[in-house]
C-alpha cells in the first residue's frame, strides 16, 4: 500500500515535498514513480527512481526544479519540488511495480492515492 502526501497550496515559486510511504512493501526494491494529473489533462509521468541502482528520472518540464530521492529507512519516496509554477497544479500520485531490481520506465502496479498541489497567487 502506498500514501501520497505533503500537498497544499504554494504560492508561485514555493516549495512542498512530496511523500511517499509505502507499507506491505520495500521501496528499495521496486522502481517508484510520481504521476501528476491536471484537471481536463491526461496523467502525465514526473519523476522516477530506480530500484537496481537508484538512477533517476525528470520529465523536462521540471527538470531544474523537481527532484526525487528515497530514505530507505523510512521506506518512503520523496518528490522534492522547488520553484514552483501555476502549471504545476495537479493531483500528484506515486506508484511502484511489483519487480524486483528494475529500471526507470517500467508498468507501475501498485498506485496511491493522489494529494492535491495547488500553485496560485
Known amino acids: 500500500q502506498l500514501q501520497a502526501s505533503g500537498g497544499g497550496l504554494v504560492q508561485p515559486g514555493g516549495s512542498l515535498r512530496l511523500s511517499c510511504a509505502a507499507s506491505g512493501l520495500t521501496l528499495y526494491y521496486h522502481t517508484t514513480g510520481w504521476f501528476r494529473q491536471a484537471p481536463g489533462k491526461e496523467r502525465e509521468g514526473v519523476s522516477c527512481i530506480s530500484s537496481s541502482d537508484g538512477s533517476t528520472y525528470v520529465v523536462d518540464s521540471v527538470k531544474g526544479r523537481f527532484t526525487i530521492s528515497r530514505d530507505n529507512a523510512k521506506n518512503t519516496v520523496y518528490l522534492q519540488m522547488n520553484s514552483l509554477k501555476p502549471e504545476d497544479t495537479a493531483v500528484y500520485y506515486c506508484?511502484?511495480?511489483?519487480?524486483?531490481?528494475?529500471?526507470?520506465?517500467?508498468?507501475?502496479?501498485?498506485w496511491g492515492q493522489g494529494t492535491l498541489v495547488t500553485v496560485s497567487s
Open positions: 506508484a511502484t511495480d511489483r519487480d524486483y531490481g528494475s529500471s526507470c520506465p517500467v508498468e507501475y502496479d501498485y
